[in-house]
């Protein structure tokens, strides 16, 4: 739990060290930390209901110049797709999209991995940048690689995504 | 009212501030009589328009304004509670409601057979309807000092102007044209 928490935490200082102003976010369990963590810090939220909507308000707001990131779970992007696609890759904006992984390890939900595996591919083809952060990598490399993708987002003008391994808070216990 | 001219009316009164504009004939119409740095006509992403729009007036000082569909609201309905959530005041929705899919063979629209402006009055957003230029004209203006984001919900004619070409524009030129208007 402890050793989870701190690279969710170097998530979080990573986003800070970036000046990031804003975040989207769709809820999620094992990004909660991220979401608490980023508003603990004053980062201003916006609570999307479906990901396609944290694409957009996400979009608009990187167009007035703001540095904004959305925190989702990775089977949101069936979701998202089509506004990732036709919105922020062909309108070229760029910002960061921060995606907990799902149906690994720990998983208790019997069919969320049918779209959480996928998912990578499924970005890959519409031309997306995916990063992934595992709790192999250290805290340093969690902090680094997250100010990293966010400045690149910017100066690619795209969306990049990393997908971060997060067990969830309940399972914590069989790491 | 032909979609064609309340379109020529809310790009006079929003000027030459930020306008979102939802996909299809709107943006072609839109396009056909008016270009601006300041318009940001989604091409293809039908059900993001208010979305893009509560991003943007949340990251930006002044009046945004918004046109959506009511085909392309109700794509993506979910908005109307984030943006009672978060209200930003200098933002303008204008809904043009024909009660069809008009870039879509003109397949109906659900708006025909429930009260999508009573839904977002439901849902505590401030609402005004009607169904003429100079309303709608009257309803922005007044509520360019508004406390909180307005839904204007305007019915217009069904169909589309004839022979309004393709609009061809590059989205990336689109989009890096409206960032600079909004920077400057």
């Known amino acids: 739990m402890k050793e989870a928490n701190s690279r969710l935490q170097a998530l979080v200082d990573g986003l800070s060290d970036w000046g990031i102003e804003q975040f989207v976010y769709v809820p999620s369990s094992h990004a909660a930390p991220v979401i608490r963590g980023l508003e603990a810090h004053g980062v201003k939220s916006v609570m999307a209901n479906r990901e396609e909507e944290a694409v957009g308000i996400a979009g608009g707001l990187a167009l007035t110049g703001k540095k904004v990131a959305i925190v989702m779970q990775d089977n949101g992007f069936g979701n998202a797709l089509t506004a990732l696609a036709t919105f922020a890759q062909s309108y070229h904006i760029g910002f960061p999209i921060f995606a907990n992984t799902r149906g690994g390890l720990g998983e208790y939900n019997a069919m969320i991995h049918s779209i959480s595996d996928p998912s990578p591919d499924l970005l890959k083809r519409l031309g997306i940048r995916v990063e992934n952060l595992g709790i192999s990598d250290s805290v340093e490399v969690w902090r680094s690689s997250t100010e990293s993708v966010a400045k690149l987002a910017v100066i690619q003008r795209r969306p990049i995504v990393t997908m971060f391994e997060s067990l969830h808070p309940g399972m914590e216990s069989i790491k | ?184």
Request: proline content about 4%; hydrophobic content about 45%.
């Open chain 2, 1 to 184: 009212m032909k979609r064609i001219d309340a379109l020529k009316v809310l790009d006079e009164v929003f000027g030459n501030d930020p306008l979102v504009i939802t996909c299809g004939a709107t943006a072609r119409e839109m396009a056909s009589i008016s270009r601006k740095k300041t318009h940001l006509p989604l091409l293809d992403s039908m059900g993001l328009t208010t979305p893009v729009g509560l991003g943007v007036a949340l990251g930006h000082g002044g009046r945004v304004g918004v046109i959506d569909g009511d085909g392309s609201l109700l794509m993506g309905f979910s908005i109307l509670p984030t943006l009672k959530a978060y209200a930003p005041k200098n933002l303008i929705v204008v809904v043009l409601d024909n009660g069809q899919h008009a870039s879509a063979d003109g397949m109906f629209s659900q708006a025909n057979v429930v009260d999508i402006a009573g839904a977002a009055k439901g849902l505590g957003l401030w609402v005004a309807e009607c169904d003429s230029a100079d309303a709608m004209k009257a309803h922005i203006e007044a509520r360019s000092s508004a406390d909180q984001v307005s839904l204007i919900f305007v019915k217009i004619e069904t169909g589309n102007t004839p022979n309004i070409p393709f609009y061809l524009a590059d989205p990336a030129k689109l989009g890096a044209d409206f960032k600079e208007a909004l920077a400057g």
